[in-house]
């Protein structure tokens, strides 16, 4: 039996790399996925980053979409990290993680907007 895009079974756990080592990480403990040049990295709740041997679509889609969010070319997003967003450049959407030493600008844009805004609202 195939399973449609809604009953698709999801992943719980990502292998990523930290070194030479495999580590199982949950996706639960993952706060963001970005793309840094070629390299994909998963950042933990903790901050610890760790390389992806996925690219961020075949990522966006094993995650669960209520969970993670595409915002842009770069970064996938794990909702219960975010902290607050703002409208930035009167158009788009710049959004803050609640980790303590992020310094990454992510910024959603103008036609995906709307969509963020919906995904944040959603239970």
Not at 42 to 49: G, I, L
Request: charged content about 35%; glycine content about 0%; aromatic content about 10%.
């Amino acid at each position: 039996m195939e399973l449609t895009t809604t009953m698709k079974k999801r992943k719980t756990r990502l292998i990523v790399r930290k070194g030479n080592e495999n580590v199982v990480l949950k996706v639960v403990d993952i706060a963001f996925i970005y793309r840094d040049n070629s390299i994909i990295v998963a950042v933990d709740k903790d901050e610890k980053k760790y390389l992806c041997d996925k690219n961020i679509s075949a990522l966006e889609d094993e995650l669960d979409p209520a969970t993670f969010f595409r915002a842009n070319r770069k970064y996938l997003l794990n909702i219960e990290y975010i902290r607050s967003y703002k409208t930035f450049e009167k158009v788009k959407l710049e959004i803050f993680l609640s980790l303590a030493n992020c310094n990454h600008c992510i910024v959603v844009s103008q036609e995906t907007a709307p969509l963020f805004r919906k995904w944040m609202q959603e239970e």
